[in-house]
């Protein structure tokens, strides 16, 4: 199996990164599903109903706005230090 190459993963994390933050941008102003202290703001839930609990496009937005800046200046790091030493 090979191996991702350094400029793809720098991509890859580049767009998932602007795509979880426009997304996460939605949840908090257009949805009010998050708030802008990112604390989940469910809707009210009828009685008798249980509370109502994030989805998965909810929490995958969450994690990939918090991991994807990660990977992205992780490998942008990489790739710098690298050239440097050649």
């Keep these: ?5 350094l400029r793809r ?8 990164w602007i795509v979880s ?5 939605l949840e908090i102003f257009y949805w009010h599903h998050v708030t802008k202290t ?3 703001n ?3 839930a ?4 249980p509370k109502p609990q994030p989805g998965l496009f909810l ?6 706005s918090a ?8 490998a942008a790091i990489v790739a710098r230090t690298g050239k440097s030493r050649k």
């Design 59 to 64: 929490l995958s937005v969450l994690a990939g």
């Design 21 to 25: 933050w426009s997304c996460l941008g």
């Design 1 to 5: 199996m090979r191996r991702p190459s």
């Design 46 to 49: 009828p009685p008798g109903y």
């Design 38 to 40: 990112l604390h989940l």
């Design 42 to 44: 469910p809707p009210k």
């Design 67 to 74: 991991l994807a800046p990660v990977a992205f200046l992780a």
């Design 9 to 16: 993963v720098i991509w890859v994390s580049g767009i998932a």
